[in-house]
T-cell receptor
């Protein structure tokens, strides 16, 4: 059974640019959640996708957007990058939307200069 | 989701038990208590969860107070690999959103 994978591992972008991060969910999981983790802080919920539809969103602006594909993999897109977007971006998959255990990937470290 | 309070940091010696406390005085009757941990340079990892009764699994034990306003994660014999940030999280399975609300957690250091 393959776990959650994310790509790329590290990324450096310039302020104002756009970035796309990718996540492959664990086999059999139809739900993907994205989190942002700033240095020294706990992860903060960005949004969740369930069966290709957004199923909830945290306190993040619209320039953070996402997609989920029929195979349940997912993308996180961030437009107009700001310096404060520098963080570890974590993807987690789960077999459903409510209450269950979430399985996290290793994350993508994004640096905005 | 209700809020939890944890100490910022704790230290333990290798091969000794570790008791990580969590206060959740505003817990509701339907909130489950979940614990995740995050090892350095990795994503969070599920540890254990429970509702009212104490729970055991291969990683740890969860002791829940009778009034459910606090709980303790117990690592029976700490190893160097257990050095991580431990997060205590309350989740209501009735919620339509499965997001986890993380605090700052407790950073556990394990000394050889």
């Amino acid at each position: 059974e393959t776990g959650v994978t994310q790509s790329p591992t590290h990324l450096i972008k310039t302020r104002g640019q756009q970035v796309t991060l990718r996540c492959s969910s664990q086999s059999g999981h139809n739900t993907v959640s994205w989190y942002q983790q700033a240095l020294g802080q706990g992860p903060q919920f960005i949004f969740q996708y369930y069966r290709e539809e957004e199923n909830g969103r945290g306190n993040f602006p619209p320039r953070f957007s996402g997609l989920q594909f029929p195979n349940y993999s997912s993308e996180l897109n961030v437009n107009a990058l700001e310096l404060d977007d520098s963080a570890l971006y974590l993807c987690a998959s789960s077999p459903g939307v409510a209450g269950g255990e979430q399985y996290f990937g290793p994350g993508t470290r994004l640096t905005v200069t | 989701d209700a809020k939890t309070t944890q100490p910022n940091s704790m230290e333990s010696n290798e091969e000794e038990p570790v008791h990580l406390p969590c206060n959740h005085s505003t817990i509701s009757g339907t909130d489950y208590i979940h614990w995740y941990r995050q090892l350095p340079s990795q994503g969070p990892e599920y540890v254990i969860h429970g509702l009212t009764s104490n729970v055991n699994n291969r990683m740890a034990s969860l002791a829940i107070a009778e009034d459910r306003k606090s709980s303790t994660l117990i690592l029976h014999r700490a190893t160097l690999r257990d050095a991580a940030v431990y997060y205590c999280i309350l989740r209501d399975p009735r919620g339509s959103q499965g997001n986890l609300i993380f605090g700052k957690g407790t950073k556990l250091s394990v000394k050889p």
